[in-house]
């Protein structure tokens, strides 16, 4: 079995998946083998769609795990911290400033105000913050304010 995924590796696995199935799709041969071999259901004759949950489990097997959801939770076990399971990914000196951001926000009981362009990541860093901190235990709540350009953190225990 290879080495667990990080998050930034399971990332690029599901763009191989997307690019497995299309590629499936299209007839691709190489594509096409590939599936054959990892997937119980494709037979040399087997001609029917192929689904994302098809070229997943592929991808899946290829890397050495019975099934997406088993490569997803080892995935999920490599990431630490207050960002865990929710896909935040990078290692860089910016992303390290983000989540000790994201830390601090959520160590606190006062509502959070987060503020960015439309596909900045807010509703990520929201579930960040109320899963890291004493809001966990209350219901998570947003309220999107003027659009997409401000989300408020709601659910304060």
């Not at 809001?135 to 989300?151: E, W």
Request: glycine content about 10%.
């Amino acid at each position: 079995m290879q080495p667990l995924p990080s998050p930034l590796h399971l990332r690029q696995l599901k763009n191989q998946a997307k690019d497995l199935r299309d590629a499936c799709r299209v007839d691709d041969p190489e594509a096409l083998s590939r599936l054959r071999q990892h997937h119980p259901q494709h037979t040399s004759d087997s001609r029917r769609d192929v689904s994302l949950q098809d070229a997943q489990l592929v991808i899946a097997r290829e890397q050495g795990f019975d099934s997406w959801p088993k490569l997803t939770a080892a995935a999920g076990q490599q990431s630490t911290g207050v960002e865990a399971g929710y896909g935040f990914v990078g290692d860089g000196p910016l992303a390290q400033r983000v989540r000790q951001l994201l830390a601090s926000a959520a160590a606190v009981r006062t509502p959070v105000l987060l503020i960015g362009e439309p596909g900045t990541g807010k509703r990520l860093c929201a579930r960040i913050i109320h899963a890291g901190g004493p809001r966990a235990s209350a219901p998570f709540g947003r309220v999107s304010c003027g659009g997409n350009a401000t989300l408020i953190l709601v659910g304060m225990a």
